[in-house]
């Protein structure tokens, strides 16, 4: 039986969505056809007594300043001229040509014949050639508008340029519905292969590509600028039209490299020579009249010389607003490259050769987006993995789960990604600062005022609030006046030292994980598997912890059906947990990474006929609860086919975003801490003991709150673009001291989980050496080979016993506790401190 919630076409985009683009597509350029608007190209490139006399050139915006010769130009056709048809066709023509094959490896190595095409829309774009020699009244709008940069500034044009004319016809407070049809269908064609194949400024950074050194890479996030710079193509012209600005526009007048190199450079060569030169006119003023002149030689040779330096096209990646919008057409394009992650060796080829950046996992948005299907990675790979896709796109997430390679996940839109940066922004502005936010505590809340005595003057020498202090108070005493009437939520924490702390919650304040969970880089791969199949089993609704509530909630805000099973309780059983997933077929399971363990320990043991068919619509787990190593969460990852998600939450929600680069990074609102064993303060970076205040939660505030976590916190070089990071090691009274350094749960785990997969374990660490106990769950290195690592991670005697997956593990029983001391150091010199409820 199907699930109700699964797309069982599979298709890229529904047929309705298609059929969408094409109507709306059709009706513009119905419209654009009633408004006369196809008789607005000729306006655009004028050029002297072409296209329409009367007219000031276009390229009258890109002039150095001093007097315009473009629209001076007078054509005459009752004779040839030679000069500029032997340059061109006997000259630039065949020169582009040869530098188009000399060391092209994909013509020669693989008989690609993309050079061909590239060079044959060169020599298109520039057929004006022919109104120039004289030889015939060729309009330079006779061949409409381009789907490539061309800019008009060059005499030999013969079609306009998309940017330039949309920009043009904004300015002058035009909607132009005709040109914006006309993209539509021709990204629903071609999509971003015009990049690859058509466009003359790509044949040419192609060219410079192959005598580039190759001696930088650019970091992918940058393509992201695209966006931006699309962005303000749109936006700039409006503005400018609000401002009374009719002679420039932005793209066109700053950043276009296409335009400096195909259109002004000829420009000033040719008709604009008698206003360019004698350079010793305005050479002596930098700021004068050759301002712009200067302005565009030192920016293009600024961008030759970083294009020799880095790999790939640097242009088209991170500043070409039309190659960003033509890869929003990915999902729906009839040319594109698809990739078999099943036949994928991760060689890492393909990723060399792309000029794009694309990632060998062919995955997440700025992957997808940026590929132009030039075909490289075609021609270089070695095991079939990439091919060409022609006619409509087929989503290939049940089939190939490339989801499962974390790095490979991206924002999953340019929306997500904005939005994402406009609620950073938005928390960075609305937090108050830490003294601020611990006296609106001491004022609003009992508990805060009996600790302090007085109003806070100064942060540092507030006292640090611990467990035992809020989970031994009245409640009420931590709720703030002003939000009595307001709060609808109260959670505590599991309380495994015996004082659960309390937190009440507004709605906004608990629907706040709606927003932590659009922030995060995974929001791509969540959207797009719950597009795929809405079904969702959380099992982390359990006691009075935020998470299963919170978790539940996110996931149906985007849009999935959610089963609150919870976990562990003598209702929802751990069988009854496997009976629900067998039969809701979910893809995403939230719960801990043990349960998790437990559950598909289960599925397999009660109905094995059934775990083929859970595995294949299963693509998520989402954990929380549980430290839980990257070690760990990779070997989960490879063993169910599945992307793992670990939060690392508390009472607060979630004051960490966790992320594919493997960190986990602070959000904005909370402020951080790092104390000693004795509660000094260490500072905001560092290892230590984890305290943090809220910036932002009124309801109950928590300042200088104490976790008592052993963490790391540390400067980020994420390429999302987060700035810090925290790294959990486990609880900081649990520690383990060997020779001069501490050890928490973590670097036990990490150095376990690197060997296999294993159910739970424990670690006991005595005066004669250390003993690991693991439960045999999947496949993992030899007994030997795990001793002599850990003998050489710790420093000490390693022996490790492998047990049935249930011995520490009873994962049918109903659970009352969450086990949390896996390693127990019993030497005379120990220093671990249990706590008596623990």
């Known amino acids: 039986m199907k699930s109700k919630f699964w797309n069982e076409d599979n298709t890229g985009l529904t047929p309705l969505v298609f059929w969408v683009i094409i109507i709306v597509s059709l009706a513009s350029i119905i419209i654009g056809s009633l408004l006369s608007q196809p008789d607005l190209v000729g306006p655009q490139m004028t050029y002297g007594n072409f296209d329409i006399q009367g007219i000031t050139s276009f390229v009258n915006r890109l002039i150095p300043g001093i007097s315009d010769s473009a629209s001076k130009k007078e054509y005459e056709f009752d004779h040839i001229h030679w000069t500029p048809f032997i340059i061109l066709v006997g000259g630039l023509f065949p020169i582009m040509l040869f530098w188009g094959v000399f060391r092209n490896w994909e013509l020669f190595q ?15 774009a520039r057929l004006g050639v022919i109104r120039v020699s004289g030889m015939a009244p060729v309009k330079r709008s006779c061949l409409g508008t381009f789907p490539f940069l061309n800019c008009q500034a060059c005499e030999m044009a013969t079609g306009a340029c998309p940017i330039g004319f949309i920009q043009n016809l904004l300015i002058q407070g ?157 999902p729906v394009s009839f040319v594109g490259i698809q990739h078999k992650s099943s036949l994928c060796k991760r060689c890492g080829t393909c990723e060399k050769v792309c000029p794009m950046g694309v990632s060998q996992a062919f995955s997440g948005f700025l992957d997808r987006s940026g590929c132009m299907v030039c075909g490289r990675c075609v021609s270089s790979c070695k095991s079939g993995a990439r091919e060409f896709r022609w006619g409509f796109p087929i989503k290939t997430l049940r089939g190939e789960k490339h989801l499962t390679d974390p790095l490979s996940l991206g924002y999953g839109s340019v929306y997500n990604k904005l939005r994402s940066n406009l609620f950073l922004l938005g928390m960075s502005l609305s937090a108050k600062n830490p003294l601020d936010m611990a006296r609106y505590a001491y004022e609003q809340t009992s508990f805060y005022k009996q600790l302090y005595k007085m109003p806070p003057l100064s942060f540092e020498s507030l006292p640090v609030v611990q467990k035992r202090d809020l989970g031994s108070c009245d409640p009420y005493s931590v709720l703030s006046d002003e939000m009595v009437g307001k709060v609808m939520y109260y959670a505590e924490t599991t309380g495994s030292t015996g004082f659960p ?47 299963g509530m919170s978790f539940g909630d996110f996931l149906a805000h985007h849009g999935g059906v959610v089963a609150n099973i919870g976990s562990r309780s003598t209702i929802a059983t751990p069988e009854r947990m496997v009976r629900t997933i067998v039969k809701l077929r979910p893809s995403i399971i939230t719960g801990t990474p043990i349960d998790f363990l437990c559950w598909m320990r289960i599925l397999r043991e009660d109905y094995p006929q059934e775990v083929s068919r859970v595995l294949e619509y299963l693509k998520a787990f989402v954990s929380t609860a549980e430290l839980c190593s990257s070690s760990r969460s990779r070997v989960i990852q490879q063993s169910f086919n599945v992307f793992h998600v670990d939060n690392y939450a508390c009472v607060e929600g979630f004051f960490s975003v966790p992320c594919p680069c493997g960190e986990k990074h602070i959000l904005p609102i909370y402020f951080t801490e790092l104390f000693d064993k004795d509660l000094k303060l260490i500072g905001q970076f560092g290892e230590g003991r984890f305290a943090f205040t ?3 939660k ?94 050489s991670t710790f420093g000490i005697k390693s022996k490790v016993e492998c047990v049935p997956f249930g011995t520490v593990t009873k994962y049918r029983e109903v659970r009352v506790s969450k086990p949390i001391l896996k390693v127990m150091d019993r030497r005379a010199c120990s220093t671990q401190t249990i706590p008596e409820v623990l």
């Open 698 to 791: 009124k309801s109950s505030p928590l300042v200088r709150y104490l976790l008592d976590d052993f963490v790391t916190i540390f400067p980020s070089h994420c390429p999302f673009g987060f700035k810090k990071s925290v790294m959990p090691h486990g609880r900081y009274e649990l520690n383990v001291s060997i020779g001069d350094r501490i050890f928490g749960v973590r670097h036990f785990e990490e150095a376990l989980f690197k060997h296999g997969l294993f159910g739970d374990y424990r670690i006991l660490i005595e005066d004669d050496g250390m003993k690991a106990t693991l439960e045999e769950y999947g496949s993992h290195d030899s007994i030997e080979s795990i001793e002599a690592s850990l003998g």
């Open 174 to 330: 035009i909607w132009p519905f005709y040109f914006f049809g006309s993209m539509l269908l021709f990204g629903l064609a071609l999509g971003k292969s015009i990049c690859g194949w058509l466009c003359p400024f790509g044949f040419i950074s192609d060219i410079l590509d192959r005598w580039s050194t190759h001696r930088y890479k650019l970091p992918s996030n940058l393509s992201y600028l695209r966006y931006w710079t699309m962005a303000a193509v749109v936006i700039s012209p409006v503005l400018y039209l609000w401002f009374g600005i009719f002679d420039r526009n932005f793209f066109c007048s700053t950043i276009c490299l296409s335009g400096k190199i195909l259109g002004l450079a000829p420009y000033y060569l040719t008709t604009g020579a008698i206003s360019v030169f004698p350079v010793s006119q305005w050479i002596g003023d930098f700021f004068g009249p050759g301002f712009f002149v200067w302005f565009h030689l030192c920016l293009t040779l600024l961008f030759l010389i970083a294009m020799i330096l880095l790999s790939g096209r640097l242009f088209c990646r991170v500043f070409c607003p039309l190659g960003g919008f033509w890869g929003l057409f990915y």
């Open 694 to 696: 809220n910036l932002a």
């Open 110 to 124: 693989y008989g690609s014949k993309r050079v061909f095409s590239q060079w044959i829309f060169f020599v298109i």
């Open 501 to 547: 702390t309390p937190s009440f919650y507004s709605e906004n304040e608990f629907h706040a994980s709606r927003i932590f969970s659009k922030i995060t880089p995974y929001i791509g791969g969540l959207e797009m598997v719950l597009s795929e199949n809405r079904a969702v089993v959380n099992g982390l609704t359990f006691g009075f912890t935020i998470a």
